[in-house]
């Protein structure tokens, strides 16, 4: 697999992206999800310049990153996150795109009272019953609720569209993220320290840039 070439072509289409919406490409980080890949071709992968890295599963995880740690990429923890796995999470990864519950972020500052980790808090915008995530109505009492959870540094907003016929049918779940964001913004003591938005993957990731992405996970389209 020519991943140089695959990761081109991507960059390519988040440039074109990025220009038809009037955004500078240094503003959307390209995550490339190994969930798919061998830990050789992870390595090749990384060393073809994506240096962030995502993965859904701790026990695929784990022997990648102790594997490749020499590369120095920087890690993402997308799956679902059972509180049974949160002790593998650092020093591995430094950043949770799936937090969706309170009970996660207490045994997170139990697990590292002393550690600060960014933290994608993960929202079911499109209110799936297969998808994990807060309900958009109950957003911003559990942000009040993190306040006090000292381990947590809520950096932003995650969510994953649904499997659509046409792409163009994920636009108003990312921009219902976006706005959410904007919310949060104005009536949390977040502040502008919830900034990032991770929308965005290899069917809708141009959408998602076009809408505000910061970060897009993608794996088919750099993997297959
Ligand atoms: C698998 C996965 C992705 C990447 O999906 P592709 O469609 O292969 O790009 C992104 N985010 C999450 C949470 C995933 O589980």
New binding site residues.
Partial sequence: MDYKHKLNQVQQRISNACDRSGRNVDDVKLIA?T??SSIEETKLMIEAGCLHV?E?KMQDAIPKIDQLSHLHAMWHY??HLQTNKVKHLLPSFQFL??LDRLSLAKEICRKYPNDRISCFIQVNISKEETKSGIEPEKLIEFINQLKDYSSIDVCGL?T?APKVKHPEETRTIFRRLREWKDEIQLRTYLGENCRYLSMG???D?EIAIEEGATHI????????
């Fill in positions: 999800v969930k798919y995502a859904n997308i799956g795109h799936s995650m994953m993957m290899s069917e990731f996970r993608l794996g088919s389209v750099l993997t297959k």
